[in-house]
């Protein structure tokens, strides 16, 4: 029946669909509707959350040491940011251990393949511990709270109207993308992220692009409107000489390079994971280690403090004067600072802390080889390390060339495809799958799926065609 139905061309129905009701279904007219309804509201909630968040983030770490100063000995000051990171991470358990936990990316991911949608109810407790988390420094942004809390109403909006699963689904990813759109300042490319980043291999939800792009759009202009935050390039990288065949050779190497330092983070946040598995059900004293762990690594490295998006910043403007060696150890220092993030319960999201280890890692590439560009080495390696660990090369390379304000986008798609490829095998958020296959295993390195099909080769029978796994 299968068999018959493909040939004919006929789409096998979602499975998802199973326990929707009725024939609930929208107009394009009503889908549009509510594309722009959702991008509306899901500009005012990211207005909202951005102003909550920068007035705790100036009262923590301006106010409050201003205040403290005068009544304190002078070892305050220089000991004030684990003290903050630790006494946040308490905060972070309380709030988890009181509320719940109310999930990250990789629940998310599932969840927007079954049943389709988010739950709302989570919502208060996303708000509160996240901002609580990225607040205290964290190496997290407010991408994955804000993706959850929009694409939850989207999710909402679908069950009010009586909608099918698959029309739900569509609803939450214009949530997930109006999230995005505000967050990221390129409406394209942050819908395009929030339909790639719940596959592996490419973008699935096809009827989902245009709904989500249009509430992408509208969550970007009603956030810069009430902000003020300017449109455009948002780093300010040196000017790239004309594209020329040797760049792109370039990119090609870079994303090389690029796949091979977001293996090793992602073995790093593995071991880590397993390091802290012990503590999981412990979540006050875990959430309070993890601080004092990010406090830490931050007393060495202060550039690893924080979601690193301002932090780029310091890393285009000032960063060749640390030197190639300095520059390698930050990024290897904001992996393990990412790591005990996430892995504490500090919520939040790892696209700008990906970022920020590329643009280190490349800017040491480019004064190790003076021939490559340091704005190619850093925008290259910024969107090979996050491809790498997100399955999201059109995207990221969209999103990134509009940041960086250049005419990169070749050289940056070469870069993100390259790394792609080069990770096929290897996955972070494991609830990656394809739209209809069952995918949901963490998938061997590369290594072990190489040695994997030798064995398969060598018990072969010598006349029995082989077919490798994918």
């Known amino acids: 029946m299968t068999t018959q139905t493909q040939a004919e061309g006929i789409e096998p129905r979602d499975p998802a669909d199973s326990s929707s009701n009725g024939d609930g279904q929208l107009t394009y007219v009503q889908l549009v509707l509510c594309a722009v309804l959702i991008g509306i509201i899901g500009g005012l909630v990211a207005t ?11 009262g923590i770490w301006q106010t409050v040491p201003e205040f403290l100063e005068p009544y304190f000995p002078s070892w305050l000051p220089t000991n004030y940011v684990w003290i903050a990171t630790t006494i946040g991470g308490f905060c972070v358990g309380l709030a988890l251990y009181f509320m719940g936990l109310p999930g990250e990316m990789a629940q998310v991911v599932d969840r927007v393949h079954d049943p389709g949608k988010i739950d709302i109810r989570q919502t208060p407790a996303m708000v509160i511990t996240s901002l609580i988390a990225i607040s205290s420094g964290g190496s997290a942004g407010p991408e994955a709270p804000l993706v959850q809390v929009n694409g939850s109403f989207g999710s909402w909006l679908g ?46 939800y096809y009827e989902a692009v245009a709904p989500a792009i249009i509430s992408a759009i509208l969550s970007f202009a009603v956030f810069r409107i009430n902000t003020g935050i300017t449109i455009g390039g948002f780093y ?62 931050a007393f060495t490295f202060p550039q690893t403090l924080f979601f690193s998006e301002a932090q780029i910043h310091t890393v285009i403007a000032t960063g060749a004067s640390l030197g190639a060696f300095a520059l390698a150890m930050i990024a290897v220092a904001k992996m393990f600072a990412i790591s005990f993030t996430l892995h504490s319960g500090f919520l939040g999201g790892f696209i700008f802390p990906l970022f920020f280890i590329g643009a280190n890692i490349g800017l040491a590439i480019s004064l190790v080889v003076p021939q490559i560009h340091p704005t190619v ?53 494991k609830t990656q799958r394809s739209r209809r296959l ?25 006349n029995e065609s082989l077919q490798l796994e994918p």
């Open 48 to 58: 909202v959350y951005y102003f909550v968040l920068e007035g705790m983030m100036h």
């Open 236 to 297: 300010h990288f040196e000017a790239v000489p004309d594209l020329l065949p040797m760049h792109l050779f370039e990119g090609l190497v870079l994303g090389f390079v690029g796949a091979l330092v977001a293996v090793l983070f992602i073995l790093l946040f593995r071991a880590i994971g397993q390091l802290l598995e012990p503590l999981k059900h412990q979540r006050i004293l875990l959430a309070t280690l993890g601080g004092l762990s990010i406090g830490l690594i």
């Open 377 to 429: 080495a850093m925008v290259c390696l910024m969107a090979a390390v996050n491809v790498a660990v997100t399955k999201t090369p059109v995207s990221t390379s969209i999103i990134l060339s509009v940041l960086s304000g250049t005419a990169m986008l070749p050289v940056i798609t070469i870069a993100s495809f390259v790394s792609f490829i080069m990770t096929s095998q290897v996955s972070m958020i």
């Open 438 to 462: 069952d995918e949901v295993a963490d998938p061997p390195l590369p290594q072990e799926g190489l040695v994997k099909s030798f064995q398969q080769i060598a018990s072969a029978p010598l």
């Open 159 to 204: 069950d009010k109207l009586k909608l099918k699963n698959s029309s739900v689904r569509v609803l939450t990813f214009c949530g997930m993308s109006a999230a995005l759109g505000a967050f990221f300042g390129a409406p394209i490319g942050a819908a395009l992220f929030a339909l790639e980043i719940p596959h592996r291999r490419s973008l699935e």
